[in-house]
């Protein structure tokens, strides 16, 4: 179905260090490929970060937050600055506070890898890795975050939390994905739920979960694995994984790791999703060591873009989205998959314009 000229309202939050380049490198692709199709965007940009908190105070304006949180999606950076913290030590990380805020629980982390990038896996068969990660982000050790308890200067106690309401959720958005994954990419279908079900109590009630939802699913295979299994497992065959489901800290962990699989953070893309709202980053950070020298590989941000072309595809049944997603996927392999670009970020001297251009150019 394609529904003409729907315009969707897209909050863009640029962020610190490389965050406002990679964003600038990846809009107007957007725009291009919104040029002659049956529906548009509206950008607008609203500060937040650690440079904002350190020029007035607030990391998050509420203004912000509003204008996220009433638009289609949100397009975001990357925030945060080593040596700018919040008096108790911790760093500016707004988005941390807009995925509880906007109730953004599945973190949706592929590693897929892009033809022509160079792998840190020997075999062969690392060729094959297309895997998502998806980490719970609401709860879990996560819910402890600023609220730890302190027992003078000899104790800490940080607690997970792992709800009813918070497992089923992301279990039954774990099984959707596989499910879309296998019609329109022809993945196997399976699910695997990474824990630690034989020492926590907590996990175990997270697998009980992923086992009693699975059963909604008859056509996905339903697997689990231990996270330290797991850590093994992405050495030595992450090719045999599809999607894999665990709670917040593990799969900050994990997703790096799998983020590493495929070539590095600029490479990485990610999606922070709810039932109502959702925003795409990539997965790197601010990365301080390279801003403001031109430097960033905007890849990462450009398939997250495409990831929220895709989200607002299945959302709004516009098929045209979803072809335009796979569309940018398509061009970022070209453009590796050719040969001819070689990005600072492995070593070469292509920056983020040309990268982007290079992208531009093959859609
Ligand atoms: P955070 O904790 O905020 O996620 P981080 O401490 O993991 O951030 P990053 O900012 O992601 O750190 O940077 C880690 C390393 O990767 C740095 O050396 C940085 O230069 C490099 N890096 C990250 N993103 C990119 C990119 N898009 N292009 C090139 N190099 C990058």
Same mark, same amino acid.
């Given at each position: 179905m394609t529904i003409a000229n729907r315009i969707f309202d897209i909050a863009v939050l640029p962020g610190d260090g490389i965050g406002p380049e990679v964003i600038e490198a990846t809009m107007p692709l957007l725009e291009k490929l919104a040029h002659n199709a049956a529906y548009g965007f509206r950008f607008a940009s609203y500060p937040a970060g650690a440079q904002h908190y350190k020029a007035t105070g607030d990391a998050l304006p509420e203004a912000t937050f509003e204008a996220a949180r009433a638009a289609d999606a949100i397009l975001f950076g990357a925030m945060g600055w080593p040596e700018i913290r919040y008096e108790d030590g911790t760093e500016i990380a707004p988005q941390l506070d807009l995925r509880v805020r906007l109730d953004l629980y599945a973190g949706v982390r592929p590693a897929r890898v892009i033809p022509g990038v160079k792998l840190p896996l020997a075999d062969p068969r690392a060729a094959n890795?297309?895997?998502?990660?998806?980490r719970e982000s609401t709860e879990g050790l996560f819910t402890s975050r600023g609220k730890g308890e302190v027992i003078e200067d000899r104790e800490v106690r940080d607690t997970m939390v792992i709800t009813r309401h918070g497992s089923e959720r992301v279990h039954d958005f774990?099984?959707? =994905? +596989? #499910?879309?994954?296998? &019609?329109?990419?022809?993945?196997?279908? @399976? %699910?695997?739920?990474?824990?630690?079900?034989?020492? *926590?109590?907590?996990?175990?009630?997270?697998?009980?979960?992923?086992?009693?939802?699975?059963?909604?699913?008859?056509?996905?295979?339903?697997?689990?694995?231990?996270?330290?299994?797991?850590?093994?497992?992405?050495?030595?065959?992450?090719?045999?994984?599809?999607?894999?489901?665990?709670?917040?800290?593990?799969?900050?962990?994990?997703?790096?790791?799998?983020?590493?699989?495929?070539?590095?953070?600029?490479?990485?893309?990610?999606?922070?999703?709810?039932?109502?709202?959702?925003?795409?980053?990539?997965?790197?950070?601010?990365?301080?060591?390279?801003?403001?020298?031109?430097?960033?590989?905007?890849?990462?941000?450009?398939?997250?873009?495409?990831?929220?072309?895709?989200?607002?595809?299945?959302?709004?049944?516009?098929?045209? =989205? +979803? #072809?335009?997603?796979? &569309?940018?996927?398509?061009?970022?392999? @070209? %453009?590796?998959?050719?040969?001819?670009?070689?990005? *600072?970020?492995?070593?070469?001297?292509?920056?983020?314009?040309?990268?982007?251009?290079?992208?531009?150019?093959?859609?």
């Open positions: 890795i297309d895997l998502v990660v998806i774990s099984f959707r =994905l +596989a #499910e879309r994954r296998h &019609r329109t990419r022809g993945r196997p279908g @399976a %699910v695997t739920c990474v824990d630690k079900a034989n020492v *926590f109590r907590s996990m175990a009630f997270f697998r009980k979960i992923f086992d009693e939802r699975a059963v909604r699913f008859p056509g996905v295979e339903a697997r689990h694995n231990y996270i330290d299994a797991t850590a093994l497992d992405m050495i030595r065959k992450p090719w045999d994984y599809d999607v894999m489901v665990m709670e917040n800290m593990y799969g900050d962990i994990l997703s790096d790791l799998t983020a590493g699989l495929v070539g590095g953070m600029g490479m990485a893309p990610s999606g922070d999703v709810g039932d109502d709202h959702a925003l795409f980053q990539p997965c790197h950070g601010s990365a301080p060591d390279i801003a403001g020298e031109g430097k960033a590989n905007p890849t990462a941000m450009i398939l997250s873009a495409a990831m929220m072309l895709d989200w607002l595809a299945e959302r709004n049944g516009i098929d045209a =989205l +979803a #072809e335009d997603a796979m &569309r940018i996927e398509r061009a970022v392999d @070209a %453009v590796f998959a050719s040969g001819t670009l070689k990005p *600072f970020e492995f070593g070469g001297r292509d920056g983020t314009r040309a990268i982007a251009a290079a992208v531009a150019s093959n859609l």
